[in-house]
């Protein structure tokens, strides 16, 4: 799941980024941490990459095994 995110830093910074969260759950726990550490969360928007949801997280998934698989040599 990708999304685009407006956020003011701590510092009074304005910046937009793309963010791949594994599900709700990694996002609402980001979101928390962000917030915790004084960041305000403008907005949060879906990406739409015209491709299906499980075909996203099955990117998702080799991406993060090719991640791992780099981190073992």
Not at 42 to 50: D, E, M, R, Y
Request: positive net charge; aromatic residues 10%; hydrophobic residues 30%.
């Amino acid at each position: 799941m990708i999304y685009i995110i407006n956020i003011k830093s701590a510092y009074g910074n304005y910046s937009v980024f793309e963010k791949d969260f594994t599900d709700d759950r990694h996002k609402s726990n980001w979101y928390k941490l962000m917030v915790k550490k004084g960041h305000k969360i403008i907005g949060i928007t879906p990406k739409h990459t015209g491709v299906h949801r499980k075909e996203q997280q099955l990117m998702h998934q080799h991406r993060k095994d090719r991640r791992n698989r780099k981190s073992l040599i």
